[in-house]
């Protein structure tokens, strides 16, 4: 069982909680996601099944959010769900420059990941340190903010729709937000409504997943491994240039810049992910002259 399934997580579920629901309702072990998802969250989270899941670390994506920002109240996780550090009464504080202010987080080109992450220090995730009131030193990290559109302001609420880069805190922005105006904030919900070319219009319920496992109709549910590495540039080569690169052999190739990119054979199947660099393409990941099914 190869493929990818886009699966609409529920509220108060951890990304491992998916999983591992996935791995026991399709009886396979071998399954990844892209991207982890606050508990808080819901939304875009893509599963790799089986071999796809090899294809994991190539699948770096954008990702688009709709998140609603709580103003007047900080806590220590950005999130309605942290302990409230502090909360202030609005003032005069007018849409119009609220909206503003949204507006202007697309300016932002870095980000401290907050404490309560998944980000490691020492080998340990940011978040078992905090739970044990322990805070360290983070870098600022580079993001990209693809986009920012307000969908609606009513006050202490401000909804607003995002695109950034992998490696964004939306409950980061939040809590920026809230800075700037003077007044604090946290994020109050999140959901991900796209991740690279997967959207929630592809995403299934876990109940969905599971009546179709039930019934063991897994057709339409899982969909071509190879559409995890899309965004990579195409290589198509003979069948003996296939078999070369699949037995680990570098060839010379110049004919595309340098930077990863996706072989395939003349039936059009993904067989390796390649390296082009100096004049020649190396292998990092080999399927099979067969392709990837």
């Not at 897994?218 to 198509?236: F, I, K, N, T």
């Not at 930077?259 to 390649?274: D, E, K």
Request: charged share 25%.
């Amino acid at each position: 069982m190869t493929g990818i399934l886009i699966v609409n997580k529920p509220a108060q579920w951890t990304s491992h909680d998916v999983v591992a629901k996935v791995r026991g309702l399709l009886r396979e072990k071998r399954i990844g996601h892209l991207g982890t998802l606050d508990p808080l969250a819901t939304g875009v989270l893509p599963l790799a099944v089986g071999s796809a899941t090899r294809l994991i670390e190539f699948a770096s994506y954008p990702k688009e959010y709709v998140a609603t920002c709580l103003l007047g109240r900080s806590t220590d996780s950005f999130d309605i769900t942290g302990k409230v550090l502090a909360e202030k009464s609005l003032g005069d504080l007018s849409t119009d420059r609220a909206r503003g202010e949204v507006l202007k987080l697309r300016a932002i080109t870095e980000q401290v990941p907050p404490m309560v992450s998944a980000v490691k220090s020492g080998g340990k995730k940011l978040y078992e340190l905090a739970r044990k009131g322990i805070e360290v030193e983070r870098k600022a990290r580079p993001i990209q903010i693809g986009k920012v559109e307000v969908l609606k302001v009513e006050l202490p609420r401000v909804t607003f729709r995002v695109a950034c880069s992998a490696g964004t805190y939306v409950r980061a922005l939040c809590q920026t937000l809230g800075e700037t105006l003077g007044v604090g904030g946290c994020m109050e919900s999140l959901e991900r409504t796209q991740v690279g070319p997967f959207g929630l219009g592809e995403a299934l319920t876990l109940e969905d997943v599971k009546k179709k496992a039930e019934a063991g109709d897994l057709s339409g549910m899982l969909l071509p491994a190879a559409r995890l590495v899309e965004q990579l540039p195409e290589v198509q080569l003979p069948e003996k240039d296939i078999r070369d690169i699949c037995q680990g052999k570098k060839m010379r190739y110049s004919a595309t810049a340098a930077g990863m990119v996706r072989v395939l054979n003349p039936q059009g199947q993904l067989c390796a992910i390649a390296e082009v660099s100096e004049g020649r393409l190396s292998p990092r990941k080999v399927f099979g002259a067969e392709g990837l099914n």
